[in-house]
């Protein structure tokens, strides 16, 4: 299976404003058995081959040349691809169609990391067909796509996403951390506005006929550098997880 990482924005959220990308923030990760500071898309890309998805490909910003000195140094295998238009969220993910080709792939923004592994492994290995999505349950959904789903048994079945709604299904936000058919390309396609947005695209896929899956994981398992005042809670969740697998 393929791993595509969307790493394109200029990280205005993050108070960075294109001086460095939000994706070269450092945070904890651990190698040779000690705690490091690395920059997050490189615990990313670290975690998705120790996973054993050895075909990464990493969509930037054409004048991105630090993080794409910093790839090619680090990770000689991963493919980069650039985003020329700034057309938003789902069309980074679209630059990737040619990459991915026909089936699933994984999608990863390049400023979050699940920091549980069983989740990741769920969401690689799920033996059903479809999307799988991960959720995690907030206070505040109306700054997150959300789901509306069911229960069936053990299983999440989710009927349907949408994006920042002001009232929202359900208060379980979807983490940036997907597998998806690549029927989606089709759908992100269609939208030919100035702003391609993921959520409804795979809104689209589920309704017409895609099984889409959820997979919880708790609100600490997902961390994102998307936000200036957040980063220190960022720094202390993965040192704390650093701390943890070493104890």
């Keep these: 299976m393929k791993a595509v990482i969307t790493a394109a924005g200029l990280g205005t959220r993050s108070g960075l404003d294109g001086k460095i990308r939000k994706e070269m923030l450092p945070v904890y990760d651990i190698r ?34 630090f993080t794409k000195n910093y790839i090619e140094t680090n990770f000689p295998e991963a493919q980069i691809l650039f985003q020329i238009e700034k057309r938003g969220y789902g069309h980074a993910v679209l630059t990737a169609k040619e990459f991915v080709g026909k089936g699933s792939f994984i999608l990863n ?34 700054r997150y796509g959300t789901a509306l789903y069911e229960t069936d048994g053990d299983s999440i079945i989710i009927r349907s996403v949408v994006e920042k709604a002001k009232n929202p299904p359900s208060n379980y936000a979807l983490c940036a951390f997907y597998r998806l058919n690549s029927d989606l390309f089709a759908y992100l396609e269609k939208d030919m ?21 959820g997979i919880l994981l708790s609100r600490k398992d997902w961390q994102s550098v998307g936000r200036a005042e957040s980063y220190v809670d960022v720094l202390k969740a993965t040192l704390d997880y650093c701390k943890k697998r070493l104890s």
């Design 32 to 65: 040779n058995g000690r705690i490091v500071l690395r920059p997050i898309i490189d615990v990313i890309i670290s975690n998705l081959l120790i996973a054993g998805l050895d075909e990464i490909a990493v969509v930037l910003d054409p004048q991105d040349l």
């Design 109 to 142: 923004a390049g400023d979050g990391i699940v920091l549980n592994p069983e989740v990741t492994n769920a969401v690689i290995n799920g033996r059903r067909n479809g999307n799988y999505l991960t959720l995690m349950k907030v206070e505040d959904p109306e």
């Design 193 to 213: 506005s100035g702003n391609v947005e993921l959520t409804p695209a795979i809104n689209s896929s589920i309704l017409n006929g895609t099984e889409t899956h």
